[in-house]
């Protein structure tokens, strides 16, 4: 039986986007917590220890140095953590099954799996287990069969169901300032004091009202379905941006119209290239809704997908049309390699997906990001997914340290995460050294097209159709100039 006492001290099984920031401001907000991130890696926990963190987030470092050797430790060994712990965190990675049943939709459960495992092969005493990744509505059930199963005698385990909401690149603030925290549990009276003692360690920073309690299968779902709503909202702008660019609409007028509607709003109306950590999570329920005999319910949200992947294929098919439909030998500078900006997070990145369709075009890619790891980018253009011939990939492709050199001799660029520092280049600089005529595909909307078309660049976006002033053209229709 869980006991009355409260908890003092915590283990995170995970060191990872979520493990890492989490506990982080729990440690800052809970200074009589002690609170241990565990990970298998050791490389990720070195890098936990050391000053470059493994992750890039902003206001993190601050967070980690003010409470890192007080109450917040990362570490490899498991079982101390483990066997200390009143309450474990599981955070370990759920990512998209590449083999057997479901693959390529479902969740891969394996690492959840593995920590269950894990917890009950080390636990002597009650612990409170809380899933904390995204998963299937009604895997606690089956972290539950794992410790139930395989518990020491006298050890009895209570599972809550806590999602993470935060965004990449605006964790710390999303965490600081969460919309609201959910924790799901059992309704036995085991359950809700299990509740309450992880409802009291939000209570240091989150106001009560904002912490909702519900059954553990609501918990679940409600992640899912958060995500779902948020990923349709873009794939909805998204399919207007193809409207727009075939009629002389902007989608950037589109969405500002339409989310002053007070029963809309605004947020999360911006078109783009698409692609985020959402689409594993929309694969997964896609897949449950099969599983559930769904099959309606399933291709609503399929669909969702769906017009994620075409406007990414729609973004690289308007790049090799502008280019005289090939860009076979040609060299493109792709600016920008993380999903999106202010992370190092590669992970569904719509960068990968166009990069591959040039590189299979036959183009050479020059690539800059100012957070993405080197040996990440040329991992992810190398991945079994994505290519058959790394070594091809390796010929045709150069990091680079900074815009300028990757811009150098291109005759295309191509914006594929909205970094603020793209929108100061110095884009005369940039232009006097790219091959003419020059192109610039921006994917996020954020430069300033019209002077970058007063330079002399083509420029294409997304939901807009932009045009060349006629003085720029090398013949007039007007019969007094002939
Ligand atoms: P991640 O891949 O960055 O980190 C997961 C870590 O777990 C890895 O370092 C891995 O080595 C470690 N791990 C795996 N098995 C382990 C075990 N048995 N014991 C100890 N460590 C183990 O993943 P990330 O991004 O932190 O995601 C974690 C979960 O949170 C996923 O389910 C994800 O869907 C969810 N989530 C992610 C968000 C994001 O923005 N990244 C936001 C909200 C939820």
Not at 49 to 73: A, H, M, T
Not at 98 to 123: F, H, S, W
Not at 325 to 351: H, M, Q, W, Y
């Amino acid at each position: 039986m869980i006991n009355n006492k409260g908890i003092e001290k915590i283990c995170c099984l995970g060191a990872g986007y979520v493990g890492g920031p989490t506990c982080s401001i729990i440690a800052l907000k809970c200074p009589e917590i002690k609170v241990t991130v565990v990970d298998l890696s050791k490389e990720r926990i070195a890098q936990w220890n050391s000053n470059k963190l493994p992750i890039y987030e902003p206001g993190l470092d601050d967070v980690v140095k003010q409470c890192r050797g007080k109450n917040l430790f990362f570490s490899n060994d498991v079982e101390a953590a483990i066997l200390e712990a009143d309450l474990i965190f599981i955070s370990v990675n759920t990512p998209t099954k590449t083999l057997g049943n479901g693959k390529g939709r479902a969740a891969d459960l394996k690492y959840v799996e593995g920590a269950a495992r894990m917890i009950a092969d080390i636990a002597q005493n009650d612990k409170i287990v809380v899933e904390k990744s995204t998963v299937p509505v009604r895997a606690a059930e089956s972290i539950a069969k794992i410790l139930g199963a395989n518990r020491k005698p006298g050890v009895s385990y209570q599972i809550l169901s806590n999602p993470e909401f935060l965004a990449e690149g605006t964790a710390v603030n999303d965490l600081l300032n969460a919309d609201r925290v959910l924790i799901g549990g059992d309704e036995t009276p085991e359950g809700q004091l299990a509740i309450e003692k992880l409802c009291s360690i939000y209570e240091h920073w989150i106001p009560r009202k904002k912490i909702l309690t519900t059954n553990t299968w609501s918990s679940e779902l409600s992640k899912l379905a958060a995500n779902a709503m948020l990923a349709q909202r873009i794939s909805s702008i998204n399919s207007l941006s193809a409207v727009c660019e075939a009629t002389g609409a902007d989608v950037s007028e589109v969405a500002r119209a339409v989310g002053f509607d007070s029963r809309i709003g605004s947020k999360f109306l911006q078109a783009s290239i698409g692609g985020s950590c959402f689409q594993k999570d929309i694969l997964n329920l896609v897949y449950i809704c099969e599983c559930l005999n769904l099959p309606e319910v399933a291709s609503y949200w399929q669909q969702v997908i769906d017009m994620n992947e075409y406007q990414k294929s729609r973004f690289t098919a308007k790049i090799v049309q502008s280019l005289f439909n090939t860009v076979s030998g040609k060299r493109i500078c792709i600016l920008g390699f993380a999903f999106k900006k202010n992370t190092g997070d590669t992970r569904e990145s719509p960068a990968i997906h166009i990069a591959k369709t040039l590189l299979d075009e036959g183009a050479s890619l020059k690539i800059y990001d100012p957070k993405v790891d080197h040996d990440r980018i040329y991992e992810d253009l190398t991945h079994p997914m994505i290519c058959e011939e790394p070594e091809r990939v390796k010929k045709q492709v150069s990091i680079h340290q900074d815009a300028y050199s990757a811009a150098e001799g291109t005759h295309a660029l191509v914006l594929c995460t909205e970094w603020d520092e793209f929108i100061t280049l110095d884009y005369n600089k940039i232009y006097v050294n790219m091959m003419k005529p020059a192109y610039i595909f921006d994917g996020r909307k954020i430069l300033d097209h019209q002077s970058l078309i007063d330079i002399g660049f083509h420029v294409q976006t997304i939901g807009r159709k932009l045009q060349r002033p006629i003085s720029n053209r090398c013949w007039s229709s007007n019969p007094t100039m002939s």
